[in-house]
């Protein structure tokens, strides 16, 4: 007997990265399974066109994005905004097509509280004026997390539990840390300026819920985290944000190992023409 889904009033999921090995695509997909959204928001990285191969694209990152259009058909909204690695869809006007909107920022009035969407990469000096360096470091963060699983592989055998390299390193480095810090006070700031009460990014891959206080006056600062490594995102219901952490089941653990040995041939263009194929083709 189907277990009952989760009623969700708004989700919202940040840098998945699909296309890249770093992503838990079918631990997402199977917690995408397991709730039902009233409106979803992609903000941003969920593609990354960045390190997008044209022979890496296993059919767990194909079942999620399959899963958001079978959403679409519903009519349940989905909002992409988008973020650094997804860029490219900049260059597009502003979208609006029956269930789906592209765009870069949304605000929403969530029980009396303005709240202010968008992925944060704006707040990054490094992918404002080093874009190269920006792009140097995203692969060597990808890089890393085959590294990491290779270490999980053999913690796992010795009996021991998982470990996160880059999180240690982004916790013990100074920088990181402050860079983390810098980036929330920057929204912090701007959101208060533009009289938001709540302000929700992406970009850092750090999950977060706090209140930020500043000289002229406190904001609700949200951080959806990433399917990287964290596996969380956003959900609100009955007046509350809250950030789900998800722990994938054994199966969605075994199709990630193997969808590293999958995928050889080029899908890009049928990866955009089919999920362009299924917004346009549903009955109006």
């Not at 002229?216 to 789900?244: F, K, M």
């Amino acid at each position: 007997m189907p277990k009952d889904k989760r009623k969700v009033e708004v989700l919202v999921l940040s840098d998945i990265h699909l296309g890249t090995f770093g992503c838990h695509a079918s631990a997402l997909l199977d917690y995408l399974k397991s709730i039902e959204p009233e409106m979803v928001i992609l903000n941003g990285d969920i593609v990354d066109a960045w390190q997008f191969s044209k022979w890496y694209w296993p059919k767990s990152h194909w079942e999620v994005v399959k899963h958001l259009v079978k959403w679409l058909s519903k009519d349940i909204p989905v909002v992409y905004l988008t973020g650094n690695h997804d860029d490219v869809l900049r260059r597009l006007p502003e979208l609006h097509l029956g269930s789906f909107t592209l765009a870069e920022t949304l605000v929403l009035d969530l029980h009396g509280q303005k709240t202010w969407f968008f992925h944060g990469d704006v707040f990054d000096s490094s992918i404002q004026h080093a874009r190269w360096l920006a792009k140097l470091g995203g692969k060597s963060y990808d890089a890393l997390i085959l590294l990491n699983r290779a270490i999980n592989w053999v913690s796992q055998k010795l009996g021991k539990g998982p470990v996160s390299l880059s999180a240690r390193i982004k916790h013990s480095v100074k920088r990181a840390v402050a860079f983390m810090s810098d980036f929330e006070g920057f929204a912090a700031d701007y959101a208060l300026q533009q009289g938001y009460n709540t302000v929700v990014c992406g970009h850092i891959h750090q999950a977060a819920d706090k209140k930020l206080s500043r000289k002229n006056g406190s904001v609700r600062y949200l951080n959806s985290g990433d399917w990287v490594e964290s596996l969380t995102a956003l959900e609100y219901a009955q007046g509350c944000w809250r950030i789900h952490t998800h722990k994938p089941i054994p199966k969605a653990l075994k199709e990630e190992k193997s969808a590293l040995r999958e995928q050889k041939e080029p899908i890009y263009a049928q990866f955009f023409s089919s999920m362009g194929s299924a917004l346009v083709s549903k009955p109006r």
